[in-house]
């Protein structure tokens, strides 16, 4: 009997067999109707596209100026990691902390991740210590929060329009665009393909 065969309901723990699903089809637990896995169709080249654009986003998001702010004729600009640094400097280093893992890094190396993870998968091979790099994506998966983080910058740039002039540079679309790619990135991913990889073949 193949280990593989079978998945356990991660709600109740029913164990079940594994069917064969049809295109964009789903399979739910037969207990509690919680959701074990789905079809996603070219789930590994969709999801590794997905993330080196991520990628790519995240230098140029922090590369460029996100706001340059014009008041009365003199003109500042920020970056990404500006607001971060205030929290650090006005005494809260663990605001600024949270800030920054959950805003910035998490979602970084849940893209980095993945594309370490996919891209020896992509060529029939694994790469080293793929199934801990992958379950330390899985954990910090919940924890990425880019979409507040720019929630918090908009808040902001609201309560300054009245102050100053505001313009948005390349990095604030960069940033716009990632967060929904990386949004796309988990609806794509199907994780059956890692670990049906890592299971041990008879």
Not at 49 to 64: E, K, M, Q, T
Not at 114 to 126: A, C, I
């Amino acid at each position: 009997m193949r280990l593989d065969a079978y998945i356990a309901c991660p709600h109740c723990d029913l164990l079940q067999r594994r069917q064969p699903l049809p295109p964009e089809g789903l399979a739910v637990c037969a207990r509690c109707g919680t959701l074990l896995y789905r079809h996603r169709r070219n789930s590994l080249d969709r999801t590794l596209a997905l993330a080196v654009s991520g990628i790519i986003l995240f230098v140029i998001a922090n590369s460029y100026p996100f706001l340059s702010l014009n008041i009365e004729g003199q003109t500042q600009e920020t970056r990404l990691a500006s607001g971060i640094l205030v929290f650090f400097r006005q005494g809260m280093p663990w605001m600024g902390a949270l800030v920054l893992a959950t805003g910035i890094v998490f979602p970084l190396v849940e893209l980095v991740g993945l594309t370490y993870v996919l891209l020896p998968l992509k060529f029939e091979r694994l790469s080293w210590k793929t199934a801990a790099v992958f379950r330390l994506i899985r954990s910090l998966q919940p924890w990425g929060m880019t979409e507040v983080f720019l929630l918090g910058i908009l808040v902001s740039m609201v309560k300054l329009a009245g102050m100053a002039t505001i313009v948005p540079g390349i990095a604030l679309y960069a940033f716009l665009v990632l967060i929904f790619l990386v949004a796309a990135t988990s609806a794509a991913f199907n994780p059956e393909i890692v670990w049906e990889r890592l299971s041990p073949q008879k």
